[in-house]
Every structure is written in structure tokens, then in C-alpha cells.
């Protein structure tokens, strides 16, 4: 029941975020949307916005972790990996609404602490990475590709992203795969 | 002088967004920085922030269209031109201190009247693919390459800078080409 609470906090302030940012949210909305009162914030969030935000990016972070895994976990290549996860984050756009952005980019530049929040944005990216790049070992990839692989598949993914959102088109994310293995 | 003062407005303003988003930037504290007084504001954007968030990524666009043209206007190849423009992107990056996003999607997705703002957005965008596929053509790409080669070179900067921002190193971006390039 706590646990719940606290995850509804910071998934509806991760939805909120990824939308308008971290200055474009109050918390009176975040609880209004997760239906919860203001006693509950500040029970799990005792600093209040800024430690709900730090959850909020973290919850994000695993959402995508699982992600990425699923994706690659049964794939017969790395570049058939690289295309489920496309057409896996093309649905959750989709699901979203097209109007979101990088809940951790959204979160952690804008926030307060700028430092702190940056250096958990930079370790979350890095492991993306890392965990892209040791799946393209696996499959098949040398020590020596496998990483910049991962490095091209975060920053078509980033920026692939953001042309969806101003198109409000989920295949722009869709044809991201064929922009990166087809010349 | 007239002209001056809106410019100035314009330029700080798109600075300011570029590191907190729309929201987290307020009138005053832009014009504390633009050394301007408030009337200045109103006579010049009467919808006040707005307005000027509008003429602030106006200005950035006409920034990036500019250095576009710079880099490739002279450039022996396609290939070399992205190069130059990854090169004078990170120069850029650097010079504002590395703790800036895109001053468009920072203005344009978060700000108000959210699909007048969000069409902007996808407007510059496609036009600056437009305009770095008109020089993949002039370079020797056949039109039907160029169109692709230009939302790669695009989705890879947005991509590109938003991870050299989390780890605060231009040589994010100085190594895009190599990423783009190089199988």
C-alpha cells in the first residue's frame, strides 16, 4: 500500500515531467493526477519536488532498462534487437501521447542541484549504453564495435525522438532502424 | 537602437531557455540580464513571454541556418561538411558553457499554446533537413539519398548534443562524424 503510493508519485510525476519539464510541473498537479494527498508527497519525498523528481527519473530509468532488454533479450542479431527496440518505444510514444520527451533529459537538466541531477543523467545514459553494448557482444559484435554501436543506437534514439514529438509521428521512431543499417 | 533592444531580448531570452526550458526562466530574470527595462519587453513583445519566446527561437533558428550554410558552403564533400558543422556545433556548445539543450525544442515544446508553438518546432526543423539535403545534393548525393543523409546528420545532433550536455564534453559532438561515417 506505502510502496504503491510512492510509485503512483513518481510515475505520474515522470508522465508529468516528460511533457513540460521539470519547472513546467507544480506539485498541486502532480498529486491531483496521481489522486493522492499532499501528506503522501512529503511522507515518501520528505524534500518534496526535487527528491520526487530524482524517484521519478529513477523509476523512468528502469522502464527503460527493462526495455532495451526485452528487446535484444530473443533477438537473432543485434540489428533485429536495435529494430524491436524502435518499434517498442514508437508504441509507448504512441500509448503517451506524442507530446513527451526523455523523462530523464526533462527531469535532470532542468531541475534544481544542477550538478547532482546531471551526473545522474550522464550514469543513467552510460548505462543504457553499457547495457546495449554487452547485448551486441552477445550478439555477435567485437569488443571494439559493440560500444560505438550502443552509442549510435542512444543518440538516433534521442534525437529520433525529439523529430517525433515536433511531427507528432511515431514512425519517424519506426524508421530509425532502417536510417541506421540501411546506407 | 530599436532593433537592437529586441534583438538583445531575443538572443538572452533563447540563452536562458536553452539552459532551463521555458518555464524555468522568468521576464525578470531576463531582463536583468539583457540590462533592459520592463517597458523595453512590452514595446517590443506586447504578449509578453510568449511573444518573445517565439522571436527567441526565431533567432536561434536563423543561428543554426547560418552556421549550416558556413559549413558546408565551402566543403569539399558532404562527409567533410558534416564534419565542419559537428566541429563548429561543439565550438558552440562549448562557448555557452555546456550546460545548454536546443534552444528549440527547450522553447518550443514546453511553452504555452502548445500546437502553435509545437508546429514551429517541427517547421525549423524540417527546414534545416531541407536545407542540409540541398547541399548533400549539390555535393554529389542523389536526391534520393540526401533527403536521408540529412535526418541522420539531424537526429544525430539533437541526439549527439544531448549527451554531450549530460557529460558536460564537447567532444560528443567534435566525434558525430566518426559515429556517422564510419561503420
Known amino acids: 500500500m506505502e510502496q504503491n503510493s ?34 503522501s508527497l512529503y511522507h515518501h519525498f520528505p524534500k518534496g519536488k526535487s527528491d520526487l523528481a530524482l524517484e521519478a527519473a529513477a523509476f523512468a530509468h528502469r522502464e527503460m532498462t527493462r526495455i532495451i532488454d526485452d528487446a535484444f533479450q530473443n533477438a537473432e542479431s543485434f540489428e533485429a534487437g536495435a ?12 500509448m503517451m501521447g506524442k507530446d513527451t520527451g526523455c523523462p530523464i533529459s526533462l527531469i535532470l537538466f532542468n531541475g534544481p542541484e544542477e550538478d547532482i541531477f546531471r551526473k545522474r543523467c550522464a550514469e543513467f ?13 552477445r550478439l555477435g559484435k567485437s569488443s571494439e564495435d559493440a560500444p560505438i554501436l550502443a552509442q549510435k543506437i542512444f543518440v538516433t534514439l534521442q534525437g529520433g525522438w525529439t523529430l517525433a514529438r515536433a511531427n507528432q509521428d511515431g514512425n519517424v521512431i519506426r524508421g530509425l532502424s532502417t536510417l541506421l543499417f540501411k546506407e
Chains 1, 2 share one sequence.
Do not use: C, N
Open 83 to 94: 529494430k524491436t527496440l524502435f518499434f517498442k518505444l514508437a508504441k509507448l510514444f504512441e
Open 6 to 39: 510512492r510509485d503512483k508519485l513518481a510515475w505520474t510525476a515522470a508522465r508529468l515531467f516528460q511533457r513540460r519539464g521539470y519547472h513546467g510541473v507544480g506539485l498541486s498537479e502532480i498529486l491531483s493526477a496521481a489522486k493522492l494527498p499532499k501528506g
Open 125 to 137: 545514459f552510460t548505462s543504457w549504453m553499457h547495457q546495449i553494448a554487452s547485448h551486441a557482444k
